[in-house]
T-cell receptor, first 117, second 109 residues
């Protein structure tokens, strides 16, 4: 069964709206979660690493004021796309690893398809 | 050079065929390796981990060659349901995970 849950799965909204996406680890605690985006027919691009109780680590070129990440508990990380515009339309996916061992695989949420009109 | 490279394909094979995907990685300090599959408009799902000794899971066999920095995935007796994009994933120096761009597979009746 799923180990990471992501919500919502689909969002369609007007330009200028802020959109919040939730990522939950279902039966384990995740001190670290990862946020990716994927454009059609392209590979996953890591946006940021979400750290429980501290600031997220953003990849180069990702605007931290545009993509707000909050990891307030050991089972929940949120990504807020602020003042979204059509170019932000994409597939956003979160992931987490069970345990602290970095050699463990990541498990992904179902993803959120964001469409900005 | 990309950190993880895969042949993008697509590979078009008939049902029952054997197909092999290759992946190379650039960082010799890479620690763990995985194959994921991603269906169209879906999230990646873990297919299997890759161990130095090689490992098999049903019709799927994964191999790792650390000396050549090379990973492979072999699919035997391909099924229509195997059609997907296969992602090579490498964990590097602790926490950094690198995803290959993926290899698309189409299995046809």
């Amino acid at each position: 069964g799923a180990v990471v849950s992501q919500h919502p799965s689909r969002v369609i909204c007007k330009s200028g709206t802020s959109v919040k996406i939730e990522c939950r680890s279902l039966d384990f605690q995740a001190t670290t979660m990862f946020w990716y985006r994927q454009f059609p027919k392209q590979s996953l691009m890591l946006m940021a690493t979400s750290n429980e109780g501290s600031k997220a680590t953003y990849e180069q070129g990702v605007e931290k004021d545009k993509f707000l990440i909050n990891h307030a508990s050991l089972t929940l990380s949120t990504l807020t796309v602020t003042s979204a515009h059509p170019e932000d339309s994409s597939f956003y996916i979160c992931s987490a690893r069970r345990g602290q061992n970095s050699n463990q695989p990541q498990h992904f949420g179902d993803g959120t398809r964001l469409s900005i009109l | 050079r990309k950190e993880v490279e895969q042949d993008p394909g697509p590979f078009n094979v008939p049902e029952g065929a054997t197909v092999a995907f290759n992946c190379t990685y650039s960082n010799s300090a890479s620690q763990s390796f995985f194959w994921y599959r991603q269906d169209c408009r879906k999230e990646p799902k873990l297919l299997m981990s890759v161990y130095s000794s090689g490992n098999e899971d049903g019709r799927f066999t994964a191999q790792l060659n650390r000396a050549s920095q090379y990973i492979s995935l072999l699919i035997r007796d391909s099924k229509l349901s195997d059609s997907a994009t296969y992602l090579c994933v490498v964990n590097m120096d602790g926490f950094k995970t690198i995803f290959g761009a993926g290899t698309r597979l189409f299995v046809k009746a």
